[in-house]
């Protein structure tokens, strides 16, 4: 057992992503008890709401469990901006009988200006905390540190993990550009070496002196076994995860992600002002189109309008304008239970080290 699993007191090298909106306290509590860690992204909601998910934790197990934050520089508003855009969003509005908001807002705050979320954290003791997109300051830091809590942050590139290492993080969460959902660059205006999950892992395995948690495309316990095997010592799912009837995901989600339309997944800002991978769906493709060259507002005040139109086009029946994030490992999604889907992995797991294992075996013998 890895230095890390013992930390966390997990028997398996499995991680649920944290997943603001899909992920729920049931799906967490079901993996919690399956002996794997299971994660709450409480990024979109406020303190209130972060305490309700937790107390739901709680009473379904006594097993540990990440809280996941976001820590982005807090939104700019720039009303000529955000004008433009709602303007261009106006005919799709339209076409499903509803207009635009009149005004977009920031529609939750960072957790680097939420001093409610910190208090709460250090209230309720998580086991684990992990960071998105950032890292709040020294002092956040050392209140989660000494609430107990073992911190993990995203790096999407070595600079990233070099930042959370030096900030005293316990872990790096190495996310790929297969990854599904928000990319967790700190500074969406940096240049973007785009690393593949392979490569981040490699990277960060051997230059940074922290455990690595491989993230990104990983669907199946070969998955899992290939990224233990590159020197992590866990793996952190979501798409896996979405298709879960503990997920809150929306029928539409849903269907998409077990559909053909798996098949196709893009990187874009347009949903909510981030970058993002999706299911290629309509709202996607308005880049290309009405959106094309359009100033996008900051993040998350375009999502603001964004789950607007996806609310406007659900009520006509028409879901592709859903944030139906999800990685490049989309096809290979199952919509077991999530206690059955962890079980499944750890099968799956056990037989691909038993099959590496076996075939090392081979190959010394042949070689003798
Ligand atoms: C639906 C969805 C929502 C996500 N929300 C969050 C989130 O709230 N916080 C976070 O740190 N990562 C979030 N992620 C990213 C995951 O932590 C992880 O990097 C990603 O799921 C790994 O790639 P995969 O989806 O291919 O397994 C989300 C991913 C998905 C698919």
Known sequence: MGTLMARMGVKLPIVQAPMAGVSTPAMAAAVAN?????????GAT???????????LRARTNGPFNVNVFCHRPATADARREQAWLAALEPEFKRYGAKPPAAIEEIYTSFLADEAMVELLADTRPSVVSFHFGLPSAQTIGRLRSAGAILLSTATNLEEAEMAAAAGVDAI????????????????????PRLGVLALTRLLVSRIPLPVIA?????????????????????????????CPESSADTFYREALLGPGALATRMTPVISGRLARCLANRFTGLEDAELKGLAIPDYPIAYDVGKALAAAGRAQGEGGFGAQ???????????????ELVAVLAQELAAAQGRTHGSTVKTQAAAS
Do not use: C, K
């Open 215 to 243: 993230a990104g495309g990983i669907m199946d316990g070969a998955g899992i076994a290939a990224v233990l095997d590159l020197g992590a010592e866990m793996a952190q799912l979501g798409t896996a995860f979405v298709g």
């Open 34 to 42: 399956a002996g794997a860690l299971g994660s709450v992204g409480v």
């Open 46 to 56: 406020n303190a209130a709401g972060a305490r309700a998910m937790i107390e739901a």
């Open 325 to 339: 994030w999800a990685g490049q490992g989309a096809p290979l999604a199952r919509n077991l239970p999530a206690a």
């Open 173 to 192: 969460v190495a996310q790929g550009y297969e990854a599904g959902g928000h990319r967790g660059v700190f500074d969406p205006g940096a240049p973007d």
